[in-house]
Nanobody, 126 residues
C-alpha cells in the first residue's frame, strides 16, 4: 500500500527556514516522480516543486525558485523540501504526492498524481 507522510511544518518568521519531509512506504520512492504542492485558504492547490525518477529532473514554481530546494534520500525513502527566506505568502498546507511517470519526468499539476500525503501546515508570520 502506497503511503506518504509529510512532516516538518510549523510557524516561522519571515526570512526563516523550514525543511519538509515526505516519507514514503509501500513503494520505492526513487522509482516515482514526487511532487510538492501547497494550498492556501480559498485558493487552488498549486505545484511548488517536483523531482523525477532516474536522472532527477527538477521543477520549481517561479514563486519559489531560488528559495526552495527539493532533494531525495533514497536510503531513507524520503524526499525533502528545504524552504529558505520564507515569506508570508508561502503560508499554506503543503502536500507531497507520488506517481509513476517514467525516468526524467515530473509534472507540476496535481492532477497527474494519484498518491497523496495528509499535508503539513506552514505558517509564515511575525
Amino acid at each position: 500500500q502506497v503511503q506518504l507522510v509529510e512532516s516538518g511544518g510549523g510557524l516561522v518568521q519571515p526570512g526563516g527556514s523550514l525543511r519538509l519531509s515526505c516519507a514514503a512506504s509501500g513503494f520505492t520512492s526513487s522509482d516515482y516522480a514526487i511532487g510538492w504542492f501547497r494550498q492556501a485558504p480559498g485558493k487552488e492547490r498549486e505545484g511548488v516543486s517536483c523531482i523525477s525518477s532516474g536522472r532527477g529532473t527538477i521543477y520549481y514554481a517561479d514563486s519559489v525558485n531560488g528559495r526552495f530546494t527539493i532533494s531525495r534520500d533514497n536510503a531513507k525513502n524520503t524526499v525533502y523540501l528545504q524552504m529558505n527566506n520564507l515569506k508570508p505568502e508561502d503560508t499554506a498546507i503543503y502536500y507531497c504526492a507520488a506517481d509513476f511517470m517514467g525516468p526524467g519526468v515530473c509534472r507540476e499539476r496535481p492532477g497527474y498524481y494519484n498518491h497523496w500525503g495528509q499535508g503539513t501546515q506552514v505558517t509564515v508570520s511575525s
